[in-house]
């Protein structure tokens, strides 16, 4: 199992930037792929940002060059950087991890821009 830990959400007005944190309670060299999803109000949840246990990074098409995935091994922690940030971005953001077939969440952070 994998419990995930999320942090840094909040309110930021539109074109300001949020860090948000997922802690996970095992090292990511055993975890196949860490990653974000979020839910905007009423609407499905959907993929944002994925990092492979070799580093590899890939992001959904509207947040390409806005969004930035990194992890800190030694911290067993995955960030999700966010700039020039939408209301389009509003949503409640969950961290996942992907281990041998098997789905973990996090109990989401909600983003809200607005101003």
């Known amino acids: 199992q994998v419990q995930l830990v999320e942090s840094g959400g909040g309110l930021v007005q539109p074109g300001g930037s949020l860090m948000l944190s997922c802690a996970a309670s095992?090292?990511?060299?055993?975890?196949?792929?860490v990653g974000w999803y979020r839910q905007p109000p009423g609407k499905e949840r959907d993929l944002v940002a994925t990092?492979?246990?070799?580093?590899?990074?890939d992001y959904v098409d509207s947040v390409m060059g806005r969004f930035t995935i990194s992890r800190d091994v030694a911290k067993n922690t995955v960030y999700l950087q966010m700039n020039s940030l939408q209301a389009e971005d509003t949503a409640v953001y969950y961290c996942?991890?992907?281990?041998?077939?098997?789905?973990?969440w996090g109990k989401g952070t909600l983003v809200t821009v607005s101003s």
């Open positions: 990092i492979s246990n070799t580093g590899r990074t």
């Open positions: 996942y991890a992907y281990v041998d077939g098997m789905f973990y």
């Open positions: 095992r090292t990511f060299f055993s975890i196949n792929t």
